[in-house]
């Protein structure tokens, strides 16, 4: 089926670190891929966005990079802070403006 | 700006009862979305709303969900009669357009069916 996943559910870096999330898609036809940010009790917080014609895409403090060879995304965030500390997802949008999102990675920053 | 609004924030009720959740996305924003978010997982999209017309309400179960937008504005959410699978947090979001990807979450409503 069609899916995006992430390979672990929990990642824990030291604070000043730098911070890779992973997530794996299944469906090469995806064009746009989003990475969203969710503290407890709030709804998803968009950050960062990449269009599949592209392989990197940097912000402030994160860069996103895609490798549509082998269906993966990732989000790099530098110098970790513990404001971080969060679920992070991934969702993958392919042109119908219908976005599937992955399971989530919890981010713990450690003092 | 404000964003988008959402209550309850809470709601506990026992099964084959009925629950409403209501949404106010961001003025202006036409387009507007009902997700699902059950815990350890991520969104799922329950049903679209471009102004007061539904885009998609394929993940909808429509034997006991329904949703309207009247007016183009507002939006409610209606479970009834509610299963203890529905416990969950009801995420609306919204959108300027149909082709704007980004999407403004609100802060959801935690659904716990006892």
């Known amino acids: 089926g069609e899916s995006v996943g992430l390979h672990l559910p929990t990642l824990s870096v030291q604070e000043g670190d730098n911070s890779i999330i992973n997530c794996a898609y299944s469906n090469s036809a995806s064009d746009y891929f989003i990475w969203y940010k969710q503290e407890s009790g709030k709804g998803p917080q968009f950050i960062i966005d990449i269009r599949s014609n592209m392989d990197k895409r940097q912000g402030q403090r994160v860069t996103v990079l895609l490798n549509k060879t082998v269906k993966h995304l990732s989000l790099q965030i530098a110098a970790t802070q513990p404001g971080d500390s969060a679920v992070y997802f991934c969702a993958e949008n392919r042109g119908t403006y219908k976005y599937i999102f992955g399971t989530g990675t919890r981010l713990k920053v450690l003092a | 700006e404000a964003g988008v609004a959402q209550s309850p924030r809470y709601k506990i009720i026992e099964k084959r009862q009925s629950v409403a959740f209501w949404c106010n996305p961001i003025s202006g924003h036409a387009t507007l979305y009902w997700y699902q978010q059950i815990l350890g997982q991520g969104p799922k999209l329950l049903i679209q709303?471009?102004?007061?017309?539904?885009?998609?309400d394929s993940q909808l179960p429509k034997d006991r969900f329904s949703a309207e937008r009247l007016k183009g504005v507002d939006s409610t959410l209606k479970i009834q009669p509610a299963k203890l699978e529905d416990s969950a947090v009801y995420l609306c979001?919204?959108?300027?357009?149909?082709?704007?990807?980004?999407?403004?979450f609100g802060p959801g409503t935690r659904l716990t069916v006892t």
């Open positions: 709303f471009q102004n007061n017309g539904v885009v998609d």
């Open positions: 979001a919204s959108s300027w357009e149909r082709d704007s990807y980004e999407q403004y």
